[in-house]
């Protein structure tokens, strides 16, 4: 039976409590002391009877100092042990407790799943039997404080493990009393990081699609994103190709692995290296001690996706291009062959056929990057899409700021029409938001348009803004058919080309005096 006495903190009163068990003949087998300033002991009396317990009462309940005598479920050391083997066996990591000879003094379940045993067998176990290319101890040792993320294969498979010393007084070597070790399986990081990273899903409904031509782009990529082959994604900076293969990841039987992303050309090559296939521990001065998982380690199970592969230098071509054939690296500074699982998703905005042409680009890994390709077209061979789009993005800008909708303006349609957008749909979507945040009226003005005159301006460049909008956009509509009468010569190849019907060009033709069909 467990009793619960609240009391005075005076010398001498558990001597007195325990008095009366002794002159009963029971024998006291453990005592604790809790309370915030001691008033209370808690005290464990195997062989107490109820009826025992009610003749005792009154004389504890006399002892001077004492307030009342109940009886609990549970020694405080008890609830502890319970709770802390509770939180343990809830755990899907390995945790174990080491003292400094390198033996296991307690485990969590998930760390006798690991090592082939029962829980209650753990208790005793050497970790050398387990892990043979560290000493743990030592480490503690060495160090004297936390390690995380230390590399090491326990069981055939590869952990990062969380050291933890514990210390029986001060914090240092003479004290240490072991350790706990937390193992976390190096194939599941990365799904981890994934999850926690990411605040919401991004897939093909987040991509708008007012453009036929940007549709029909969608459509293509819907198509190829629940195969597992590698897929090229070619558009020029600023028109969405991480969107849409974070889109193709979501879409695919792996989007629930994780996702993780590397830029080629914002990295020099060395370091691109070890952020792709990681590096051993010591690989080079200044390296962590314990190595590190490159990305493709931590994405394991999904989809790695490469920005602007076509400024790879070639010692990662060949290195990419050896994954791509076997799925195997070796990480910088190690002989160990490492064989993972991930698709590769790339993006150029670079022609890759003339860099092969000049020597720049490895052709066998072109065309084993190119089993699937999709092109994003540029926001100015999608003008007919526009002001749905620019409406879009001004609505999200309001909401975002926290201001009244503004609407756009005739002269700010015709500016949005006739501008070229070097930058795409990101520039769109930039200078929309600017263009919010300096407007204090109901309608977006062209003065609120900051639009720098970069790269090349189209045949739309020029528009006479007189007259209304009908006007406006009847200038614009003539000078997009003048344009692209040449190249699609008949009302039917020009219809296909812009996505409506045939009779809607033939129409326009007539109207605007072009081609035959004005005849």
């Given at each position: ?45 195997p062989n107490l009877l109820n009826a025992q317990l009610s003749t005792l009462r009154p004389r504890l309940e006399a002892v001077p100092g004492v307030f009342s005598v109940k009886r609990v479920n549970l020694m405080p050391s008890e609830r502890r042990h319970l709770e802390l083997d509770v939180l343990l066996s809830s755990l899907s990591d390995p945790v174990m407790s080491i003292d400094m000879d390198g033996r296991i003094v307690a485990a969590n379940r998930a760390a006798g799943q690991m090592l082939g045993v029962r829980v209650d067998e753990v208790p005793g176990l050497s970790l050398d039997r387990y892990i043979h290319d560290i000493d743990l101890p030592d480490l503690v040792r060495r160090n004297n404080a936390r390690v995380n993320g230390l590399r090491l294969m326990a069981k055939d498979a590869i952990y990062l493990a969380d050291i933890a010393p514990l210390h029986t007084e ?350």
């Amino acid at each position: 039976m467990r009793l619960k006495f609240h009391c005075q903190n005076r010398i001498g009163i558990l001597r007195d409590i325990v008095a009366h068990f002794a002159d009963y003949g029971l024998n006291v087998s453990r005592g604790e002391v809790g309370g915030d300033q001691g008033n209370t002991i808690y005290l464990l009396v195997p062989n107490l009877l109820n009826a025992q317990l009610s003749t005792l009462r009154p004389r504890l309940e006399a002892v001077p100092g004492v307030f009342s005598v109940k009886r609990v479920n549970l020694m405080p050391s008890e609830r502890r042990h319970l709770e802390l083997d509770v939180l343990l066996s809830s755990l899907s990591d390995p945790v174990m407790s080491i003292d400094m000879d390198g033996r296991i003094v307690a485990a969590n379940r998930a760390a006798g799943q690991m090592l082939g045993v029962r829980v209650d067998e753990v208790p005793g176990l050497s970790l050398d039997r387990y892990i043979h290319d560290i000493d743990l101890p030592d480490l503690v040792r060495r160090n004297n404080a936390r390690v995380n993320g230390l590399r090491l294969m326990a069981k055939d498979a590869i952990y990062l493990a969380d050291i933890a010393p514990l210390h029986t007084e001060k914090d240092d070597v003479a004290s240490l009393a072991g350790a706990v070790v937390t193992l976390h399986r190096a194939d599941r990081v990365g799904e981890r990081i994934y999850h926690v990273q990411r605040q919401e899903l991004r897939g093909f409904e987040a991509i708008f699609q007012a453009s036929p031509r940007l549709a029909a782009a969608v459509h293509e990529a819907r198509r190829m994103a629940p195969l597992d082959a590698p897929l090229l994604i070619e558009g020029e900076t600023g028109t969405g190709k991480e969107l849409l293969a974070r889109a193709c990841h979501l879409a695919s039987p792996r989007g629930q692995a994780p996702f993780m992303a590397l830029n080629c050309a914002g990295l020099p090559e060395s370091m691109a290296e070890t952020e792709l296939f990681g590096y051993a521990p010591g690989a080079f001065e200044g390296a962590r001690p314990e190595g590190k998982l490159g990305l493709l380690e931590l994405t394991a199970g999904g989809t790695i996706f490469l920005d602007e592969v076509g400024e790879m230098s070639p010692r990662l071509q060949v290195k990419l291009l050896r994954f791509l054939q076997d799925g195997g690296f070796r990480r910088v500074g190690s002989d160990e062959e490492t064989y993972l699982d991930v698709r590769v998703i790339c993006a150029t905005q670079q022609d890759l056929p003339r860099l092969c042409a000049e020597g720049r680009f490895r052709q066998d890994l072109y065309h084993r990057l190119n089993v699937l390709s999709v092109h994003i077209p540029p926001l100015r061979e999608c003008l007919d899409g526009i002001v749905e789009l620019a409406t879009h993005f001004v609505d999200r800008a309001a909401r975002q700021i926290g201001c009244r909708l503004p609407g756009l303006s005739p002269a700010v349609v015709a500016r949005l029409v006739s501008y070229h957008w070097p930058g795409n749909v990101r520039q769109l979507e930039n200078v929309l938001f600017q263009a919010v945040s300096l407007c204090e009226g109901d309608e977006l003005l062209p003065q609120h348009l900051r639009l720098p005159d970069v790269g090349q301006a189209t045949g739309l460049a020029g528009v006479d803004l007189d007259g209304s909008l009908n006007d406006i956009l009847g200038e614009v509509e003539r000078r997009v058919l003048t344009k692209l009468y040449p190249e699609f010569p008949s009302s039917r190849l020009l219809a296909r080309r812009l996505g409506v019907s045939h009779t809607t060009i033939a129409n326009k033709l007539k109207k605007h005096g072009l081609g035959n069909e004005a005849e």
